[in-house]
């Protein structure tokens, strides 16, 4: 799959393609069924299948002081489009040009000069343009016009309610990643670069991997069992510590990964660390040895979990 911005030309052999068209922060089931349903179409038609998304997300982009939402990374969603039979992966740069423009701009400008649409796959709730003017009617109409047809995905349901990266959040702010990963259909999944630490986990016999969260939603505080894909392609059962590490000075707010039979050094790699369960929620101890009988416990439980 290829990764393009729209600061620089198309390639020729993607112009005419059917875009599908949204943030697809998470690319869960409603998504997917917008992705597929854009491949589809695409496969159909003899046309390259592109999706266009926005970084930063447009809601950062307005609020930027808002707290941390984002549920994957551009490198992740990349590799899961890629994997859904995309053929390019489009990123608008969402700056101060982007959000100026109108609904009618926007459609010219991007859809039409920029990719040369033949096609664009949305969701039902899908707006546009400044102020967010547009919505799914007007770019089915601008469509007509520019010469590009326009199909609406209707929302996917689960459990009797629609899915969608708020409720994605909401499970897993409440410590529920099962919940999360129905909607995901896959656990959520922290990625990043391992740093250096204090060492501590060292002296319990807990060697950690630790990672910053970066932008990534903060789930709940917790302990978590994991698994953890490593650079080199390596799929590991852990237990890790997601939050401020109350028994420590000073607080740090990090995800710190065991992985069981692990040795090696994981430090500067870019590993992903998912999120399959909560185990319970961080606690502090009045001792190393009260930490240390509970991190047994832990270990014992995430094992156990993983297992199932």
Same mark, same amino acid.
């Given at each position: 799959?290829?990764?393009? /911005?729209? %600061?620089?030309?198309?390639?020729?052999?993607?112009?005419?393609?059917?875009?599908?068209?949204?943030? +697809?922060?998470?690319?869960?089931?409603?998504?997917?069924?917008? *992705?597929?349903?854009? =491949?589809?179409?695409?496969?159909?038609?003899?046309?390259? $299948?592109? =999706?266009?998304? +926005?970084?930063?997300?447009?809601?950062?982009? !307005? &609020?930027? &002081?808002?707290?941390?939402?984002?549920?994957?990374?551009?490198? &992740?969603? $990349?590799?899961?489009?890629?994997?859904?039979?995309?053929?390019?992966?489009?990123?608008?740069?969402?700056?101060?040009?982007?959000?100026?423009?109108?609904?009618?701009?926007?459609?010219?400008?991007?859809?039409?000069?920029?990719?040369?649409?033949?096609?664009? *796959?949305?969701?039902?709730? !899908?707006?546009?343009?400044?102020?967010?003017?547009?919505?799914?009617?007007?770019?089915?109409?601008?469509?007509?016009?520019?010469?590009? #047809? $326009? &199909?609406?995905?209707?929302? =996917?349901?689960?459990?009797?309610?629609?899915?969608?990266?708020?409720?994605?959040?909401?499970?897993?702010? /409440?410590?529920?990643?099962?919940?999360?990963?129905?909607?995901?259909?896959?656990? !959520?999944?922290?990625?990043?670069?391992?740093?250096?630490?204090?060492?501590?986990?060292?002296?319990? %016999?807990?060697?950690?991997?630790?990672? @910053?969260?970066?932008?990534?939603?903060?789930?709940?505080?917790?302990?978590?069992?994991?698994?953890?894909?490593?650079?080199?392609?390596?799929?590991?059962?852990?237990?890790?510590?997601?939050?401020?590490?109350? #028994?420590?000075?000073?607080?740090?707010?990090?995800?710190?990964?065991? +992985?069981?039979? !692990?040795?090696?050094?994981?430090?500067?790699?870019?590993?992903?660390?998912?999120?399959?369960?909560?185990?319970?929620?961080?606690?502090?101890?009045?001792?190393?040895? $009260?930490?240390?009988?509970?991190?047994?416990? @832990?270990?014992?439980?995430?094992?156990?979990?993983?297992?199932?």
């Amino acid at each position: 799959m290829e990764r393009l /911005d729209n %600061g620089s030309p198309l390639p020729a052999h993607l112009r005419g393609g059917i875009v599908a068209l949204g943030n +697809f922060d998470g690319f869960h089931l409603g998504h997917q069924a917008v *992705v597929g349903g854009a =491949v589809e179409r695409a496969r159909a038609q003899g046309r390259p $299948a592109i =999706v266009a998304t +926005f970084d930063p997300h447009p809601k950062r982009y !307005f &609020q930027p &002081q808002t707290e941390h939402f984002r549920l994957t990374t551009l490198d &992740q969603r $990349a590799r899961l489009l890629a994997a859904a039979g995309v053929d390019a992966m489009l990123v608008f740069t969402f700056d101060a040009a982007l959000a100026g423009l109108s609904a009618r701009g926007f459609a010219q400008a991007q859809l039409g000069a920029i990719l040369g649409a033949g096609g664009v *796959v949305t969701g039902n709730d !899908f707006t546009f343009g400044k102020g967010r003017e547009g919505d799914v009617t007007m770019l089915a109409a601008l469509g007509e016009e520019l010469g590009y #047809s $326009a &199909q609406v995905v209707a929302p =996917v349901t689960l459990d009797g309610e629609t899915v969608s990266s708020s409720r994605i959040r909401r499970y897993l702010r /409440d410590g529920d990643p099962r919940g999360a990963a129905k909607l995901l259909t896959r656990p !959520f999944a922290i990625a990043g670069a391992v740093q250096h630490g204090a060492k501590l986990g060292r002296t319990l %016999g807990y060697p950690t991997a630790n990672m @910053d969260l970066a932008n990534y939603l903060r789930p709940a505080y917790g302990i978590y069992a994991v698994r953890g894909r490593l650079a080199d392609g390596r799929v590991l059962d852990g237990v890790a510590n997601l939050g401020i590490r109350p #028994s420590f000075d000073p607080p740090i707010e990090l995800l710190e990964s065991y +992985f069981f039979e !692990f040795e090696g050094d994981l430090y500067d790699q870019v590993i992903e660390v998912a999120l399959i369960d909560y185990l319970r929620p961080e606690a502090k101890f009045d001792s190393l040895d $009260a930490l240390k009988v509970q991190m047994d416990a @832990d270990a014992a439980k995430a094992r156990a979990v993983l297992a199932l």
